[in-house]
C-alpha cells in the first residue's frame, strides 16, 4: 500500500498536468502568437483554402512545375497516409519505380537531354515534400516556357525569385516550394487554370 | 563530407557543447532539491503533489525499495495506457470514430511507450482516439523520460554517497524531474515550433480543393507542437504523424529540424555534466562526454558520406545525384528537399545514438553503409549520447567495466570515482550489459526462423534480413526507429518485440538500481598515486575499447549478414 498509493495517484496527477494542462497552455500561446502557423500554414485564394504551403500537392500537366514522387496511399500526396516508400537501395523494385519516372520525364519533354536530378526521381520520406530542388526546377523549365508560350528567362527568372538558398551558403537545401512556384505562373501567364481546382469557374 | 555537411555538424556540436553546462549545472540544482529561481514558481505545485499523493519527499529509500516504486509506477503507466486503447471507442474525445485497439497492438504499444521506445506498429493518423493520444501516449512521453532521468541521478548519488543505504526518494526524484526538467523545456521547445510551422491547434481535418484539383486534399489538425517538444527532449520519438519528423506538420524547416536534432541531444549531453558536479570533479563528466563525442562524430561522417554518394544502380539510369549549389544530390530516395543529405544524415545518428527513434527520412532506404550507422549505433548499447538517463548510466557501466578490465590488467582491485568495484558490482553490470544484445539477436533469429517473422519483410534478400535485425535491435534498446517497410503490425512482431522492448528496459534498470545500493553503501577509499585516474585521455580510451569490443564482438556476424553482404552486392554487381 506504501507503494501503491503514490504509484496511482501519482500517476493520475501527472496525467492531468502533461496530458491536459500543458497542451492546452501550450495551443493557447500558439494561437494567439503565430495563429496563421499554429493552423497549417493554409494557402487561401478566394477565401477557400487551396492547401498549404507546407504540405505538396500532385501536379501532373505538362505546364506545371511537377512535385517529387510520392509513396502515399492509395494516392500521391494523400496528407492522412503520410510516408516513405521503404524500397532498399538494392530492391528491383527501386530500380523499376525510377525507371518509369524517368521515362515519364523525358516523355513530357523530349528534346531535353540533361541528366535528371536525383529528388524528381525518388520518392519523399513522408510523400508530401512541399519542394523540388532548384536543379529539378531547372530541369522542367524549358518544358513549362512552351507550354505556357513564355520565354525560358521569365520561367528561369520565377524560379530565382521564388528560391529558397542555403542560409550563409551552409545551411539548409536549395530549393524551391512547388505549390508557391506554380501559383506564380498562373498569376505570369494570365490564363484561366482549366479544371476543377479553378475557383468560381 | 560537403562543406555545407561539415558546416552543419560543427554547428549542431557546438550548440549541444554550449548548453551542456548550464543545463547540467541546473539538473544537478534541481535533483539535489537546492534553491533555484524556477523552484521557487514551482514549489507549491510540488508541494500539493506531495500532499495529494502522500509523498515524503525526504523519506530514504533503498536501492530495492526504489526499484520497487519504479517498477509499481511503470506498471501502473502500462495497465491505463493498455486500458485507454481497448476501451478508447467508449470514452470521450473519440473524435474520429477509430476503434479499441485489438489487444496485441494495444500492448505492443503501452509497452513501447512506458518503456521509452516509442516503436509504432500503429498507424499515427487513422488508429489512437485524440483522449489516448493525450492522456495516455503523451503523458508516458514525460513518465517514461523521467524515470531514465531519476535512474542515471540515483547512480549517480551511489558514486557521491558515502556509506549511505538510501538513494533518494524516488517519488520526490520523478516529481522535479518532471515539473522542473522537462515541463518548462518542453514548453520553451514546443513554442519555438510553433513559431516554424509545426502546428498547434485542436481542429479537426481540413479540407482543401488542391490547385490542380484533380481530387480534394484532407489535412491532418492536433495538437502537434506540444507532443513534438516532448518527443525529442525526452528521447521518446512516437511521431504525431506515421512520418514523423519527415512530415511538414512536424517539422517543416531546416531550422526546426536542427532544434529538434539539439533537443534530442541536449538532455543526455547535459547529464554527463550533472554526473561531474554532483560526483565533485566535473573533468569526469567531460571524459565521459568526449567518449561518446568521439563515436558520435565517427558515425556521423560515415552515414553522411555513405548517403553523399548516392545509389550506383540509379546513376547507372543517368540519374545526376552530384551535390551542388542547385541540389543536395546523393541517395534522396526516402528523403526530404528541405533536409537532404546532410540534414537527414546526421539526424539519423542523433536519433539512434540516443534513444529517441524520431526519424525525419526513411532508414529502410538508405545505402547499406548509412543504414548500417543507425543499427550500430543502438547495437553499442544507446551510448553515443544516449537516451534521456539511460545513456549516461548505460555508458557508465561501460566505464566500470572498462577500469575493471584496466585493474586486472595492472593488478590492483579496480575502483571508480573512489569506489572499490568488486564481484556485486561486476554481476549486476554484465547482466544490464548483456541483456540486450540476448534479446536483440534471440529475437532476431527466433524471427527469421518462423514464417509469421519472415513473413514481414518487404525488401529481398540481405535488406530484408537487415529489417528484422533493426526492428529487434531497435526494441532491445528502446530506440523505436525502423526499417519502416517491415509489416511489424502483427500479432506476431506485436507481442515479439512487446517482449523485448520491456525486457531491454526494465532488466537493466534494476541492475543498475542495485549497482547505485551497493556502491552508496561503500567507503570511499582515497586517492593514491596507484589510482587509476578516470579523467584523462588514457581512461576515454579505456572507455571506447569497453564500448566497442563489446559491441562489435557481439553483433558483427550479424551485420556481416545484413548491411555488410548488402554493401558488397550493390557496389559488386554495378559496372
Redesign the interface.
Known amino acids: 500500500m506504501k507503494?501503491?498509493?503514490?504509484?496511482?495517484?501519482?500517476?493520475l496527477?501527472?496525467?492531468v498536468?502533461?496530458?491536459?494542462v500543458?497542451?492546452l497552455?501550450?495551443?493557447g500561446?500558439?494561437?494567439a502568437?503565430?495563429p496563421r502557423?499554429?493552423?497549417?500554414?493554409?494557402v487561401v485564394e478566394h477565401g477557400?483554402?487551396?492547401?498549404?504551403r507546407?504540405?505538396?500537392?500532385?501536379?501532373?500537366?505538362p505546364d506545371?512545375f511537377w512535385s517529387?514522387p510520392s509513396a502515399t496511399t492509395p494516392?500521391p500526396?494523400?496528407?492522412?497516409?503520410?510516408?516513405?516508400?521503404?524500397?532498399?537501395?538494392?530492391?528491383?523494385a527501386?530500380?523499376a519505380a525510377?525507371?518509369a519516372r524517368?521515362a515519364a520525364l523525358r516523355a513530357a519533354d523530349p528534346g531535353n537531354r540533361?541528366?535528371?536530378?536525383?529528388?524528381l526521381?525518388?520518392?519523399?520520406?513522408?510523400?508530401?515534400?512541399?519542394?523540388?530542388?532548384?536543379?529539378?526546377a531547372?530541369y522542367q523549365a524549358g518544358r513549362i516556357a512552351r507550354a505556357r508560350g513564355l520565354a525560358l528567362a521569365t520561367v528561369r527568372a520565377l524560379i530565382a525569385a521564388h528560391a529558397?538558398r542555403?542560409?550563409l551558403?551552409?545551411?539548409?537545401?536549395?530549393?524551391v516550394n512547388v505549390?508557391e512556384l506554380?501559383?506564380a505562373l498562373?498569376a505570369l501567364s494570365a490564363t484561366p487554370?482549366r479544371?476543377?481546382?479553378?475557383?468560381d469557374g | 563530407m560537403t562543406t555545407p555537411a561539415s558546416a552543419l555538424l560543427i554547428a549542431f556540436l557546438a550548440t549541444v557543447l554550449v548548453l551542456v553546462k548550464p543545463l547540467g549545472g541546473y539538473i544537478a540544482a534541481v535533483m539535489e532539491g537546492a534553491d533555484h529561481p524556477l523552484l521557487r514558481i514551482g514549489r507549491p505545485l510540488e508541494r500539493a503533489i506531495y500532499r495529494v499523493c502522500g509523498i515524503d519527499p525526504q523519506g530514504p529509500m533503498g536501492w530495492k525499495s526504489y526499484a520497487i516504486a519504479l517498477l509499481a509506477f511503470n506498471a501502473a503507466g502500462a495497465v491505463l495506457l493498455y486500458a485507454l486503447q481497448r476501451t478508447q471507442a467508449r470514452l470521450p474525445l473519440d473524435l474520429q470514430h477509430f476503434a479499441n485497439v485489438r489487444p496485441a497492438m494495444a500492448f505492443n504499444t503501452a509497452v513501447s511507450f512506458v518503456t521509452n521506445t516509442n516503436w509504432q506498429s500503429y498507424d499515427g493518423e487513422t488508429t489512437m482516439s485524440d483522449l489516448t493520444q493525450m492522456a495516455g501516449l503523451a503523458v508516458q512521453n514525460f513518465l517514461s523520460a523521467a524515470t531514465g532521468l531519476v535512474v542515471a541521478i540515483a547512480l549517480i548519488r551511489g558514486f557521491a554517497r558515502r556509506e549511505s543505504s538510501s538513494i533518494g526518494n524516488c517519488w520526490a526524484d520523478l516529481t522535479r524531474a518532471i515539473l522542473y526538467v522537462l515541463l518548462p523545456l518542453s514548453l520553451a521547445l514546443a513554442l519555438a515550433l510553433a513559431a516554424t510551422g509545426v502546428i498547434q491547434n485542436l481542429h479537426s481535418d481540413v479540407t482543401v480543393r488542391t490547385l490542380e484539383g484533380a481530387q480534394a486534399q484532407v489535412l491532418p489538425m492536433g495538437p502537434v507542437a506540444s507532443q513534438e517538444a516532448i518527443k525529442e527532449l525526452g528521447t521518446n520519438g512516437g511521431g504525431f504523424f506515421n512520418a514523423n519528423s519527415a512530415h511538414p506538420y512536424e517539422n517543416p524547416t531546416p531550422l526546426s529540424n536542427f532544434l529538434e536534432m539539439v533537443a534530442i541531444a541536449l538532455i543526455p549531453a547535459a547529464l554527463t555534466y550533472t554526473f561531474g558536479r554532483l560526483v565533485g570533479d566535473t573533468r569526469q563528466g567531460w571524459a565521459v562526454l568526449a567518449a561518446m563525442l568521439i563515436l558520435f562524430v565517427g558515425l556521423a561522417v560515415l552515414a553522411t558520406s555513405s548517403e553523399q554518394h548516392g545509389n550506383p544502380r540509379l546513376a547507372a539510369l543517368g540519374v545526376d545525384a552530384a551535390p551542388s549549389a542547385l541540389q543536395p544530390g546523393g541517395n534522396m530516395e526516402g528523403k526530404e528537399s528541405r533536409f537532404g543529405i546532410a540534414a537527414s544524415a546526421l539526424f539519423a545518428t542523433v536519433t539512434t545514438g540516443t534513444s529517441c527513434g524520431a526519424v525525419n527520412s526513411m532508414h529502410d532506404s538508405y545505402l547499406p553503409l548509412g543504414g548500417l550507422v543507425p543499427l550500430f549505433n543502438m547495437m553499442l548499447g544507446e551510448v553515443v549520447l544516449g537516451g534521456v538517463g539511460t545513456g549516461l548510466y548505460s555508458i557508465l557501466l561501460f566505464a566500470i567495466v572498462g577500469v575493471f578490465i584496466a585493474g586486472l590488467m595492472i593488478g590492483r582491485t579496480p575502483e571508480y570515482l573512489g569506489k572499490k568495484i568488486e564481484s556485486f558490482e561486476m554481476k549486476m553490470c554484465s547482466i544490464a550489459i548483456l541483456v540486450m544484445p540476448v534479446v536483440v539477436l534471440v529475437g532476431t533469429a527466433v524471427a527469421v526462423s518462423v514464417g509469421a517473422g519472415r513473413a514481414g519483410t518487404a525488401n529481398p534478400g540481405a535488406h530484408g534480413f537487415s529489417e528484422i535485425l533493426y526492428a529487434f535491435t531497435s526494441a532491445g534498446n528502446n530506440n523505436g526507429s525502423a526499417f519502416a517497410g517491415l509489416a511489424a503490425d502483427t500479432r506476431f512482431y506485436d507481442l515479439a518485440l512487446g517482449i523485448a522492448m520491456w525486457l531491454g528496459r526494465y532488466w537493466p534498470i534494476v541492475a543498475v538500481l542495485a549497482v547505485a545500493g551497493s556502491l552508496a553503501a561503500k567507503k570511499r577509499v582515497p586517492v593514491t598515486p596507484g589510482t587509476l585516474p578516470t579523467h584523462g585521455p588514457t581512461f576515454v580510451v579505456l572507455l571506447l575499447g569497453a564500448i566497442v569490443l563489446v559491441g562489435a564482438l557481439t553483433f558483427v556476424p550479424a551485420l556481416a549478414l545484413g548491411p555488410i553482404v548488402e554493401h558488397l552486392t550493390l557496389w559488386g554487381t554495378v559496372r
Open positions: 507503494t501503491i498509493r503514490p504509484a496511482l495517484t501519482l500517476l496527477t501527472m496525467t498536468i502533461t496530458g491536459f500543458y497542451p497552455i501550450v495551443t500561446i500558439a494561437q502568437l503565430f502557423r499554429a493552423n497549417g500554414s493554409l477557400r483554402p487551396i492547401g498549404s507546407l504540405i505538396g500537392q500532385a501536379f501532373v500537366a506545371d517529387r494516392r500526396y494523400d496528407a492522412l497516409d503520410s510516408g516513405g516508400s521503404n524500397l532498399g537501395p538494392t530492391n528491383p527501386l530500380v525510377v525507371s524517368i540533361a541528366p535528371v536530378p536525383v529528388d526521381v525518388t520518392a519523399s520520406a513522408s510523400g508530401l515534400d512541399p519542394d523540388i530542388s532548384l536543379a529539378a531547372e529558397d542555403r542560409w551558403g551552409l545551411f539548409g537545401e536549395p530549393r505549390l506554380n501559383r498562373d487554370r479544371g476543377p481546382g479553378r475557383p
